[in-house]
């Protein structure tokens, strides 16, 4: 039995047909100026195959109506198609227990939940927050919105050139103030792959709960939330081939538990008088209102065909296309790659002598290819690198070695125009 199933193993491997993967995205098809689309913006946000696009029709078309409130048939279909999706992010993610998974709109949301729903019950003035130079905004200004209400502090830990976090520093901040920490799996501007668990492990030892904020990690690698031991996680449904306007908050329940609502509203209650209300359980507690369900259900089948494909396989194959972009880009005078870390996901920032990156994104759209210029709404990481903005090409798992061609190609034209 073992002899077969290793056998079988590099044949799975070579079963990722990218061709195969391809014919499942029907916006991979489209022609813009005149040329086939390569899409390498999948940072920003990624595209959706058939599957979730059938499944979100399915719904619109024979289960719609509102969720927690009826007894009828499509009431109750509905409810149980959102919790059935809930129940398939908590095993994409490993979590414990279903309610562990709070539907938010986005990671914005989540980390704004948190820092309302935890942060302005249990930081107080004096208190330290740690955060690193890494963090996309969304995890830096909801801090410095509690920060400056409650008179705390933010400490942030400082990176190296190749973009790296410098994990000494990180220890040496903690002191007894320290109250909270946030910290990015992976860095949507360089690729940079964090020590997120090492991470977590020391602050847990000094008593401090851990955010991570896993937008770039969770569509590219295997997360475990029981593994990583973090307080929370918090990701996006558009750049895991899902809808807009979903997310997910993943939180230790007990922290959950203990956490204040960050909005009032329908079905997050129990019962309400003028004189007391009393809250809902979680993760019902968290979301009020009538949630985004097609978006839930769509984010469902979403991780799903993510994880038929699987976590690993993904990494694998997007690592190649990492590698052979980077040396490709490499050979070319007067490009400099921005993020060097030794442990990368597929994200390629560049700038080139000479050229502002909007002109490079503008004329690489001349060639059909998609790439995101500017901040990426990191400005720290920006202005501690010492570059204005950078050119950025970022890969996902239906990507082609052929499209890492035509993206240096692109390059080059760029490079013959400014020359
Ligand atoms: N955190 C990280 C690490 C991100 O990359 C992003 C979005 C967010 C949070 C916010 O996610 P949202 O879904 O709530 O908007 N990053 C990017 C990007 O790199 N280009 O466009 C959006």
């Given at each position: 039995m073992k002899l077969i199933d290793s056998a079988l193993k590099p044949e799975f491997t070579s079963m990722f047909d990218v061709e195969h993967i391809r014919a499942d995205f029907p916006i991979l098809k489209l022609q813009v100026e005149g040329k086939p689309l390569v899409y390498l913006d999948n940072a920003a946000s990624s595209q959706m195959p058939q599957q979730v696009i059938d499944r979100l029709v399915r719904y619109q078309t024979s289960e719609h109506a509102n969720i927690n409130r009826g007894v009828h048939y499509l009431s109750e279909t509905a409810t149980a198609e959102y919790e059935s999706a809930r129940r398939r992010l908590q095993h994409f993610i490993n979590a414990r227990e279903d309610r562990e998974v709070v539907f938010t709109s986005g990671t914005t949301d989540s980390i704004n939940l948190v820092m309302h729903g935890y942060g302005r019950k249990y930081i107080r003035a004096g208190d330290e927050i740690i955060l690193t130079t890494l963090e996309h905004h969304s995890n830096i200004v909801p801090w410095q919105m509690l920060a400056e209400e409650k008179g705390a502090k933010i400490r942030v830990v400082p990176i190296s050139d190749a973009g790296e976090l410098l994990v000494d520093e990180y220890e040496k901040l903690f002191n007894a103030r320290t109250k909270f920490v946030g910290v990015l799996h992976v860095s949507n501007a360089l690729g940079t792959i964090n020590p997120v668990k090492e991470m977590i492990a020391f602050a847990h030892a000094r008593g401090v709960p851990v955010l991570v904020d896993g937008a770039q990690a969770a569509p590219h690698m295997a997360v475990d939330v029981q593994d990583l031991d973090c307080d929370f996680y918090a990701f996006s449904g558009h750049k895991l081939c899902g809808p807009t306007g979903i997310g997910v908050l993943y939180g230790k329940a007990e922290l959950l538990e203990r956490m204040q609502p960050f909005k009032g509203g329908g079905d997050m209650i129990l019962s309400v008088t003028f004189e007391k209300t009393t809250y809902n359980s979680i993760p019902h507690k968290f979301?009020?209102?009538?949630?985004?369900i097609a978006a839930a259900i769509g984010l469902g089948a979403a991780v799903d065909y993510l994880s038929a494909i699987g976590l690993d396989t993904i990494s694998a194959y997007e690592l190649k296309l990492l590698n052979y972009a980077t040396e490709q880009i490499s050979n070319l005078p007067g490009v400099r790659v921005i993020g060097t870390a030794a442990r990368k996901t597929a994200v390629l920032s560049f700038v080139m002598e000479g050229v502002h990156p909007h002109d490079i994104g503008t004329l690489l759209n001349h060639e059909g290819v998609a790439v995101r210029t500017g901040h990426h709404c990191v400005q720290p990481v920006m202005l501690r690198l010492r570059v204005p903005a950078t050119a950025r090409a970022s890969f996902a798992f239906y990507n082609t070695m052929a499209e890492v061609d035509t993206l240096i190609s692109g390059i080059r034209t760029v490079q013959k125009v400014f020359t």
């Open positions: 979301e009020a209102g009538t949630p985004p």
